[in-house]
Nanobody, 115 residues
Framework: QVQLVESGGGLVQAGGSLRLSCVAS????????MGWYRQAPGKQRELVAA???????NYADSVKGRFTISRDNAKNTVYLQMNSLKPEDTAVYYC?????????WGQGTQVTVSS
């Protein structure tokens, strides 16, 4: 089973930027969709951004224009560039790889945005 490992989280001031990385232990080409999710304390996990194997991205309305998802199949890595961060972006961010009949999750990386 392909394992996913996120990195790049941290503490940043409002208006700042972070880039998250999700590195897979195997090829990400086998995943139809790669996505970034987040979960804030007391809230449900929500989809932030996703990208298909063909490269088409989708974003939650709350992050459109600020976040960019991309994938590098050669490096088995998916990125989430986060700009103009807001305190409400504070959450644990998870990477997910989705196949037709199975999925894989990373362990998460904490993002904290101070006001």
């Amino acid at each position: 089973q392909v394992q996913l490992v996120e990195s790049g989280g941290g503490l940043v001031q409002a208006g700042g930027s972070l880039r998250l990385s999700c590195v897979a232990s195997g090829s990400i080409v086998s995943f139809n969709v790669m996505g970034w999710y987040r979960q804030a304390p007391g809230k449900q996990r929500e989809l932030v951004a996703a990208i298909t194997s063909g490269g088409g991205p989708n974003y939650a309305d709350s992050v459109k224009g600020r976040f960019t998802i991309s994938r590098d199949n050669a490096k088995n890595t998916v990125y989430l560039q986060m700009n103009s961060l807001k305190p409400e972006d504070t959450a644990v961010y998870y990477c997910k790889g989705q196949r037709l009949t199975s999925s894989s999750w990373g362990q998460g990386t904490q993002v904290t945005v101070s006001s």
